[in-house]
């Protein structure tokens, strides 16, 4: 034997299917950004299974563009959110929810800054603002 | 054997068979996952726990990729494969992170199996960087070239990764558990505010001894480390790592992940207490099995390449020279050097923080001519460093003239390491789906404000750090001045803490006052840092005058402006 030390050399290796609890975490950011007020209008967020990017429940189906987002009232929302993930679109999407707007602003626009980072990408960047290639279709 | 010294990379564990067949078939392993993901054989819930274990988490924007660079030691041929990777799936951009690690932002899931693939042909990989597992070991970025150190620790820190990976009581502990070594007498890693501190020195008949620190963090609960054990001895340094794991592993708490770390449970049960219990654990154990043996040692040590370091007797001189001809190039050796331990040489640290720009952030092409100078000046071997910038650690006296010229050419010649433009700065809520608020627009405004060389001289160590959450990676809390991202209804705030510190006056920083709102913010420290150039007696630096004052004269630059 030379002088390794794996011990995954000697044990037979696990593949340990632990739960994280970044998970945890994850979940409470996504209640912290689910919350709404009772009137006030709302779109349909979510990340793409295949690549990640952030993407907006339109008329008909999903899009990199906020601007094209169907926009619901907040009385409704908690409804087309669940016929959202009922929708075998859903398969190919990761996390979906719901983002308030700000009534104040010019065109859609999501009312906290999280949220707008997610719509018009890394403030930091403005070149990696996101641009339409595809749609889930 | 393949062992040829001649071959071996310099500053790193040169990889054999048996890693590099793990590596295909956990590569092999994950594109299967992958593939079942795609399916939609497994949900999202299954599939996260697999990804993670792979580094890969989802982001705001995308995946986000975070390869290990193991205690931050690589060579230039991986660096090259880092910006092959950055140009080809990402967005011509890869991060440098205070963990010694290198992140993508814009990964895509279905390209993450070919990635990693290709990390994989030049042994590199994305385990350990994730999950509650014993994560990537880090160590002191001059390791094995400071004029100031005792003990290389790489050998150590590479005996811990072959020791952790894959460990199968440590796969699922009750949380992240991350270990940093140093063999130096000056803390440059930190060693108090991780699970577990290692301080390497000789010992009797030059074996090394360590002292050990447990429960040290930073997070929702700073805590500074308390010292378990000194002299460790070598032969049982794993055994009695493994009895705190262990001891960890078994009254950790699960319930609650704000209180899982170790430092929760050294606190909970006291040390005194948790030294019996690891002492009893390490009492309990069949230490022959565990004995790190010098022979054991010595074989992996001759798997680390050595730099021939050969310089002309009058390099130093030639240096001398050189920087009285050209005062910028002095000023730059003055801030962005370390002295080695061979005369003939010097460690250069590349800025990856310009005036203004993104902290670690670096393109391909710099990628590319980090990998090219590395070759040219310092035996292909590259650090990155917990500061988020990158070492060369072997260059010979008489060039590094030369080697400052071409890193200024490329934008990576910034002087301003350990003074105000080197900031370190977590991606915030720019990319971090975690964050509350974005901490890299508030490093690119002081960085930009305090541009002037000079001024950044006048006024001397002073470490900003900024989290855009309480997790705190970007190690507010040990910063001089800390800067926090705060959320409130949906708006950006921050709050300042001062006096904290890593090194060996580790300090926790103190919260100055209520949160700032963002356009704010830039402003007050700007103030704080006029008055401390107002106060500061002698050749104090800020960290002393804060210590000598206080909190209060401060508070009044931050609160009520002019
Ligand atoms: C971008 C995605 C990231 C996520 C989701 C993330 C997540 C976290 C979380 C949840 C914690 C708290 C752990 C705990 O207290 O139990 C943490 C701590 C930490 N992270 Fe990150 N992090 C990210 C990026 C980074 C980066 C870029 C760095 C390096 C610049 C980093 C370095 C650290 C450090 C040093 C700590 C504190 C160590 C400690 O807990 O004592 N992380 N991170
Ligand atoms: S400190 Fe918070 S915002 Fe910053 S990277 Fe860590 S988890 Fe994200």
């Known amino acids: 034997m030379g002088a390794s030390l794996h011990v995954w050399r000697l044990f037979v290796p696990v593949t340990a299917y632990y739960a994280c609890c970044l998970e945890r975490i994850g979940s409470q950011v996504d209640v912290r950004n689910n919350r709404r007020d009772t009137t006030g209008a709302s779109v349909i967020t979510a990340n793409r299974l295949l690549d990640g990017r952030t993407v907006w429940l339109t008329q008909q189906g999903w899009s990199e563009q906020i601007a094209h987002a169907r926009i619901f009232d907040n009385a409704d929302v908690e409804d087309a959110i669940k016929q959202a993930k009922a929708t075998p679109d859903a398969r190919k999407l990761v996390g979906i929810y719901g983002v308030q707007l700000d009534p104040s602003a010019a065109g859609i626009s999501p009312l906290t800054m999280r949220e707008r980072i997610r719509a018009f990408g890394p403030s930091v960047h403005p070149d990696f603002a996101p641009v339409e290639i595809s749609h889930v279709h | ?562």
């Open chain 2, 1 to 562: 054997m393949s062992t040829d010294t001649a071959t071996l990379p310099v500053g790193r564990y040169a990889y054999d068979q048996v890693d590099r067949t793990f590596l295909s078939q956990r590569v092999a392993q994950f594109r299967e996952q992958v593939n079942r993901r795609i399916a939609g054989d497994l949900s999202e819930d299954e599939f996260k726990p697999l990804r993670l274990m792979n580094g890969l988490y989802l982001q705001l924007h995308a995946y986000m990729l975070r390869v290990a660079v193991p205690y931050g030691m690589m060579g230039s041929d991986q660096m090259r494969a880092l910006a092959h990777i950055a140009r080809t799936y990402d967005r011509d951009y890869g991060h440098f992170t205070t963990r010694q690690n290198v992140q993508f932002n814009w990964i895509r899931l279905e390209d993450t199996p070919d990635i990693l693939e290709h990390l994989a042909r030049v042994n590199m990989h994305a385990i350990q960087t994730s999950g509650n597992c014993i994560r990537n070991v880090t160590c002191d970025e001059f390791a094995g070239a400071a004029a100031d150190e005792l003990l290389d620790p790489r050998i150590h820190a590479e005996i811990l990764r072959q020791w952790s990976t894959l460990h199968p009581e440590f796969s699922f502990l009750p949380r992240k558990f991350k270990i940093a070594i140093s063999g130096s007498p000056h803390d440059r890693v930190a060693a108090r505010f991780h699970d577990i501190g290692l301080v390497a020195r000789p010992g009797p008949q030059g074996r090394p001894v360590f002292d050990v620190f447990v429960g040290g963090g930073l997070g929702r609960t700073p805590i500074i480390g308390v010292q378990l054990r000194d002299n460790l001895p070598e032969e049982d340094l794993l055994a009695y790592l493994e009895a705190i794991v262990r001891v960890y592993n078994a009254y950790g708490r699960r319930d609650n992940m704000y209180k899982a770390r170790i430092k929760i449970l050294v606190q909970a049960l006291g040390v005194e207490q948790f030294r019996e219990k690891v002492d009893a654990e390490f009492a309990l154990m069949n230490r022959a099995d565990y004995r790190l043996d010098p022979a054991i040692v010595d074989g992996i040590r001759a798997r680390f390449g050595i730099p021939d370091l050969v310089a002309p007797a009058d390099a130093a001189q030639n240096l001398a020279a050189d920087r009285r001809a050209d005062p910028a190039f002095d000023r730059w050796v003055r801030t962005n050097t370390h002295p080695h331990r061979n005369d003939g040489f010097i460690c250069a640290v590349v800025s990856v923080k310009p005036d203004g720009g993104i902290p670690g952030d670096v393109t391909a092409d710099q990628m590319d001519l980090i990998a090219d100078l590395a070759d040219g000046w310092s035996f292909g071997e590259i650090r990155v460093t917990h500061m988020q910038n990158v070492v060369l650690g072997h260059v010979r006296k008489d060039r590094l003239r030369d080697l400052w010229h071409r890193l200024v050419a490329a934008g990576l010649g910034t002087p301003n390491i350990g003074l105000v433009g080197d900031i370190i700065a977590c991606p915030g809520l720019d990319y971090c789906a975690l964050a509350n608020a974005r901490s890299i627009p508030i490093a690119q405004k002081l960085s930009a404000r305090f541009a002037d060389p000079e001024l950044q001289e006048r006024i001397g160590r002073l470490n900003i750090n900024i989290s855009g959450c309480i997790n705190a990676c970007g190690h507010h809390h040990a910063g001089h001045i800390g800067i926090l991202g705060v959320d409130k209804r949906g708006e950006e705030f921050f709050q300042l803490t001062l006096g904290g510190s890593a090194g060996n006056d580790v300090a926790i920083g103190q919260i100055i006052g209520p949160a700032l709102p963002e356009d704010e913010t830039v402003d007050a420290i700007a103030r704080l840092i006029d008055t401390y150039l107002v106060l500061r007696q002698g050749d104090e630096q800020f960290i002393d005058t804060y210590r000598r004052l206080g909190a209060a004269s401060f508070k009044d630059a931050v609160y009520a402006p002019a």
